[in-house]
Nanobody
Framework: QVQLVESGGGLVQTGGSLRLSCAAS????????MGWHRQAPGKQREWVAT???????DYADSVKGRFTISRDNAKNAVYLQMNSLNPEDTAVYYC???????????????WGQGTQVTVSS
């Protein structure tokens, strides 16, 4: 089992920045992908960003150039730096951890409890 705890959400004005943190514990040696998803009111949860075990990153088009995902292996933590925020970024942000095989098939998956990000206009 892997436990994920997010922090860093809050209220920010349009154009502002926030940094989300995700602390991982448990059987983290099994994890080879970590990322962030978000769910806005009345919408489905959507993928935001991923960081792979080798350090490569990928982003949804809606956040590319504004958000940066990073990790600190010594602290077992993943971060999401969010800049140039706008009201469309308002959502609950969830940390996600996956164990996948070579083909990318998900063998196990874990979620945090979420942290609220609200961007006022």
């Amino acid at each position: 089992q892997v436990q994920l705890v997010e922090s860093g959400g809050g209220l920010v004005q349009t154009g502002g920045s926030l940094r989300l943190s995700c602390a991982a514990s448990g059987s983290i040696s099994t994890i080879n992908r970590m990322g962030w998803h978000r769910q806005a009111p009345g919408k489905q949860r959507e993928w935001v960003a991923t960081i792979m075990g080798g350090g490569s990153t990928d982003y949804a088009d809606s956040v590319k150039g504004r958000f940066t995902i990073s990790r600190d292996n010594a602290k077992n933590a993943v971060y999401l730096q969010m800049n140039s925020l706008n009201p469309e970024d308002t959502a609950v942000y969830y940390c996600n951890a996956k164990n996948t095989d070579r083909r990318g098939v998900i063998l196990s998956e874990y979620w945090g409890q979420g942290t609220q990000v609200t961007v006022s206009s």
